[in-house]
Structures are given as C-alpha cells and as structure tokens.
C-alpha cells in the first residue's frame, strides 16, 4: 500500500507570491490534516479536512487555505507569501472515522520564501 | 487549551545506555497520547500510542505509559542505539472524531557509538 505522498518536495518562492502545495492520503483514508513545521514554533495544526468538507482550524490567518478533492487527495494554498511562512508542510492522512484514527505522515514539502 | 510539555534538548547519550524523554500534558478531556519519530529528512512516524489512562504503549524497545494521576507520558527505552538517533515528538489528540494533534517541542537524540 504506498503511503502519503506530496509534492513538490521542494519549492523556492518570492515575498508576495501564492503557493499550492498537494498531498494524496493512503488510499481509504478520507481526512487529510496539515501542519506546519518551523524550528521557532515547531508543530502547528493547519487544519483538517474530511469528505471534502473542513473539519477542524487551527490558528492561522485566512492567507492560509485548503480544500479536499472527491477523491481525498487535498491541496493547501497559501497566499502573500511571507518570509515567515518558509517550513517544512506536513499533511497527514486518516481513515477519520471513529474515536482514534492512527494518523500516517508524508515526508512533507520544504517551501523557502525568499 | 491542550498542551504538551517536552523534555527540553538536545540529549546526547552513549550506546546501551537508559534513555528517558519526559512529557506532560494538560487537556480538557481524556486525550489519547503519542510519541512520533523523526528521522533527518523524512516527516513523522508514529512510535508508540496508549489511548486511556494507565495504557502502556511499546514498540521497538521503547515504552511510555499514560498516568493520569501526573498528566504524563515519558518515553523510555533501556538501552539505546546510534540508529535510534533522530527527533521525537510528544503529543496529544482529543478523541471522538477530532484528528488535531498537538506536540511538543520535540527531543533531538543522538546515540553515540
């Protein structure tokens, strides 16, 4: 069974730019969660999605948004690009539909706002 | 809020020796409990779990228990190797549907031949 994948791995984008990035979740898996990994804050929730609706938000500006496909695969968006905004994206997927849900990470996408 | 308070690092320790990683919580509810791994350029892989109180999660040699009684969940492992080397993060996830979780800091490891 593959695992999580995004892409692209790697992006270099300017101050003010937008930026997309994409995760497909294990096949069955119908949440796909976001986090944003920065040697400052560490790990923070984005936000999750499940059978293409949100689902939960954490605490970020509206400049940071995603959406979920019929086929779970999602995608985040993030606009006016920051120098702060540079991490590694995580996105994890689940099959999100009961008490405890094991969540399964991809190996993230290392975005670099100069 | 949910939070999670991580042994503060970097712990640098010799092969065959004890490790301990301390992590405590503070929840609304009854969270489950994690520890994921990280190794250098790859993202996180679930290590070990213990949904309820007094639950003692296990794999690969390391163990955590979940006590209630101290809101806490210390990773240990009785005798380390240098490929046990990697970043480990505590965290917390409210039940019932909910897939947020929230981590710690996290713990750089390195195991020194």
């Known amino acids: 069974k593959a695992g999580v994948t995004q892409t692209p791995r790697y992006l270099i984008k300017t101050r003010g730019q ?19 990994q920065t040697p ?23 400049r940071f948004s995603g959406r979920q496909f019929s086929n779970s695969r999602s995608e985040m968006n993030v606009s006016t690009l920051e120098l702060g905004d540079s991490a590694l994206y995580l996105c994890a997927s689940s099959l999100g539909s009961s008490s405890y849900n094991e969540q ?3 190996p993230g996408t290392r975005l670099t706002v100069l | 809020g949910d939070s999670v308070t991580q042994m503060e690092g970097p712990v640098t320790l010799s092969e065959e020796a004890f490790l301990t990683i301390n992590c405590t919580y503070t929840a609304t509810g009854y969270p489950s409990l994690f520890w994921y791994v990280q190794y250098p350029g790859e993202g996180l892989q679930l290590l070990l779990k213990a949904t309820k109180a007094d639950d003692k999660g296990s794999n690969k040699g390391f163990e955590a228990t979940y ?19 990697a970043v480990y993060f505590c965290a917390l996830s409210e039940n019932f549907g909910n897939e947020k979780l929230t981590f710690g800091t996290g713990t750089r490891l390195t195991i020194i031949p």
């Open chain 1, 18 to 36: 937008q930026v997309t990035l994409s995760c497909s979740p294990i096949s069955g898996h119908r949440s796909v969660s976001w986090y944003q």
């Open chain 1, 40 to 62: 400052g804050q560490g790990l923070q929730f984005l936000f999750e999605y499940f059978s293409e609706t949100q689902r939960n938000k954490g605490n970020f500006p509206g």
């Open chain 1, 104 to 106: 399964f990470f991809g």
């Open chain 2, 67 to 85: 006590r209630k009684e101290t809101t806490s969940f210390h990773l240990e492992k009785g005798s380390v190797q240098v490929s046990d080397s």
